[in-house]
């Protein structure tokens, strides 16, 4: 019998704290699947009460939320500064286990992790070599976890393919050039997010597009152009490698490090080096209609077994002492 945790999650409900972008990667990614599991989740949405109250009412909110929730976890994920290290810093010193979740330590390692660390019971990181860097800072309360699925939205719904290739993601850096480079070789591409004409799709919809995709685009860089940040590409492992194959779907990456850890590729999924190799692969798994259906069972079969929220979370109570290991 799985155990079940009270746990006060303190993440934002909207993306980029805008409700009219629609849900939060974390409120459909890891509220959902901690509520898909059965955990008793009270959610305090940080960043709606810092723009109505600001930062230090919202975090005096957020303190006295904790206490009055008494949970067996204190789960954050943080965007910038609108928590106070101080603020967890006192929940932890105070006997309640904090707990965060670093999304981009592969460039927010060195201006922000390592600060915020410290103030943590324990932090989850998806970067191997970040690991050590926080060994070397003097914090060793650090699991190496991954992205995964959550397999309580998203799953295959036995529909056939509508759709050649697509791709699921906001429109920024070399992205538009890729599309175009595609649509040149002759190929048939659709794309949805926000900057794209087709606009943004919402979370049911978008596992529709996955399962009817003959093949769907990983652009996998960590670009972008906000002013508040502005960094270069950097290849790395997204959620979006998991969710497509736990739909049902043929994902068609591009290569990052790290990703032969967790599937087979060439078998359960598709990588590619370079916009060339990328054609290339688009016509190769286009004309191989049974040895793509297979793939995507393989990594449907890969991502059910090994990579659901539900794996991931599991190792991580282990690792706050909540479960035995």
Known sequence: MRRRFRIAYIAARWDYGDPKRGPSFEE?????????AGHEVHPFDFMTRFQEVGRAAMNAELARFVRQVEPDLTMFVLFKDEI??????????DGFVTFNWFCDDHWRFDNFSRHYAPAFSLVATTHPESVPRYHASGYDSVVLSQWACNHYAYDRRGLEPTHDVTFVGQRYGDRPKIIRAIHKAGFDVRCWGFGWDDGRIDNEEMVRVFETSRINLNLSNSWTGRPW??????????ARMFEVP?????LLSEAVPHLARYFEVGSELETFGDTGELIERIG?????EDERA?????GYARVRA????DHRFEDIFTAAGLLDA
Do not use: M, N
Not at 284 to 288: E, R, V
């Open 28 to 36: 459909v990614t890891f509220r959902g699947a901690l509520e898909g």
């Open 84 to 93: 106070q290290p101080e603020t967890i810093r006192r929940l932890t010193d």
């Open 246 to 250: 736990g739909s049902g779907g043929f």
């Open 229 to 238: 940040r502005r960094r270069p590409a950097v290849g790395q492992i997204k």
């Open 306 to 309: 090994e990579h659901t929220y």
């Open 294 to 298: 297979r793939a995507a069972e393989r």
């Open 284 to 288: 190769y798994w286009l004309d191989h």
